[in-house]
């Protein structure tokens, strides 16, 4: 027997869906898997609110996700909608909820950065098979926030820090491309919060990231010719190459990045924020690599509905 669900993260930069089988032993097969770049959390570092051309683009997109929800005729008691880090910091994210329930008839859920931190790691473990050595650190780089979790057993040690590809662009990364200061004063910010974050990296045994920011960066070090799940789902890649990667992004044009074959033009701004973050995990662990996982929170929220 298997159940149909729906699952939705609504992020800072984009919205994504996922609509899979779940089995009675609970594992997941993917239906289908969506998503819109729609810069929700556009400003909302400086400002505090959503901004209203953000809350448009955003409500026109669930638009499109409930048509296709629909048509694969979703119990809509199975369909779960979660929002994160820019919901989270938003004073008007009153507007947003109500917005959510009115074009999709759920209770939108913003959660907390240790939800949202749980939900990555859960979706991100179930499809380890064999589970790799431990500790686990799993790694999510979101627009607005990175979640660390680092797990050995049933012991975990999480956090949710408020530094994600589209607030330290924002913040930093003002020109094109970014100037030697900006990306030094971009990097003391990730820097300060990793020394503050409370997970200890040094002692991660394997790593693992998921993301759109990180599965692109994956793209990259491999060299495809497109955005190829298949490809890069499970892939195992060395951290030199990604940062030497890293460093070759961060030094490109906007025009350049969205050149590249497998970058949405939609991340192509922000992107270099977001490496710079997963560079620096990176050179904290002490592993020589890393694996890239397609399962990430939305496999978490699918779960738990």
């Known amino acids: 027997m298997s159940t149909l669900v729906a699952a939705i993260d609504c992020g800072t930069n984009s919205i994504k869906v996922l609509i899979g ?17 729609v810069r929700l959390g556009q400003d909302v570092d400086r400002t505090g609110r959503l901004a209203d051309e953000a809350l448009e683009r955003t409500f026109a997109a669930i638009d499109e996700l409930g048509a296709t929800i629909r048509a694969h005729d979703v119990d809509p008691a199975r369909l779960r909608f979660c929002a994160t880090s820019a919901t989270r910091d938003a004073s008007n994210a009153a507007v947003f909820a109500e917005g959510v329930r009115r074009r999709l008839g759920v209770e939108p859920e913003v959660l907390s950065g240790d939800e949202e931190a749980a939900l990555v790691f859960a979706g991100a473990i179930a499809a380890q098979s064999p589970m790799p050595p431990e500790p686990v650190l799993v790694v999510d780089i979101g627009g607005g926030s990175t979640e660390l979790v680092l797990g050995e057993g049933e012991d975990r040690r999480a956090v949710s820090m408020d530094i994600g590809s589209v607030r330290l662009h924002e913040r930093h990364l003002h020109s094109d491309p970014p100037t030697a200061a900006e990306v030094a004063a971009c990097v003391a910010d990730i820097d300060q919060h990793l020394d503050a974050c409370g997970v200890p990296l040094d002692r991660a045994r394997t790593a693992i990231g998921t993301s759109g920011t990180i599965k692109t960066l994956a793209c990259g070090v491999l060299g495809l010719g497109t955005y190829d799940r298949d490809a890069f789902d499970g892939a195992t890649l060395s951290n030199a190459d990604t940062s030497d990667f890293v460093d070759r992004l961060v030094a ?51 779960a738990a509905i």
């Open 21 to 37: 089988s779940r089995r009675d032993d609970g594992t997941l097969d993917v239906v289908l898997r969506e998503s819109r770049v």
């Open 252 to 302: 490109m044009t906007v025009e350049d990045r969205r050149a590249l074959p497998y970058m949405h033009p939609g991340r192509a701004d922000v992107i270099g924020a977001g490496a710079l973050i997963w560079s620096g995990i990176l050179a904290r662990v002490p592993v020589p690599d890393h694996l890239v996982s397609e399962a990430d929170i939305l496999h978490g929220i699918a």
